[in-house]
Nanobody, 127 residues
Framework: QVQLVESGGGLVQAGDSLRLSCAFSGPLRTFSDYNMGWFRQAPGREREFLAAITWSGANEYYVNTVKGRFAISRDNARNTAYLAMSNLKPEDTATYFC??????????????????WGQGTQVTVSS
């Protein structure tokens, strides 16, 4: 069974940067068999798609609201996906989740496209 564990969240000030990590594990599974996505959810709001990356890392897809500030990447040798966030704003405060979807040339912003989720890591941005 595939497991995802996020880390790297914390309390930062507006304008700071953070890099979130998502560690993949799973017997009989290979990280490069999966596309990866990042989502976030703030209290009282729906889960929001942020970015996705194909299994090889060759293609990326971002929601317009974070394009240019957030960057998704992956290291298949380390079984880890990343979300680098810069110029953070108080409205970026949320729990951040990584998710895995079966390897595909298609990248999706739909949460239902992803079948494995991490437990989330909290990011709080103070003004």
């Amino acid at each position: 069974q595939v497991q995802l564990v996020e880390s790297g969240g914390g309390l930062v000030q507006a304008g700071d940067s953070l890099r979130l990590s998502c560690a993949f594990s799973g017997p009989l599974r290979t990280f490069s068999d999966y596309n990866m996505g990042w989502f976030r959810q703030a209290p009282g709001r729906e889960r929001e798609f942020l970015a996705a990356i194909t299994w090889s890392g060759a293609n990326e897809y971002y929601v317009n609201t974070v394009k240019g500030r957030f960057a998704i990447s992956r290291d298949n040798a380390r079984n880890t996906a990343y979300l680098a966030m810069s110029n953070l704003k108080p409205e970026d405060t949320a729990t951040y989740f990584c998710a895995a979807a079966a390897r595909s040339a298609i990248l999706s912003a739909r949460a239902t496209f992803y079948n494995t989720w991490g437990q989330g890591t909290q990011v709080t941005v103070s003004s």
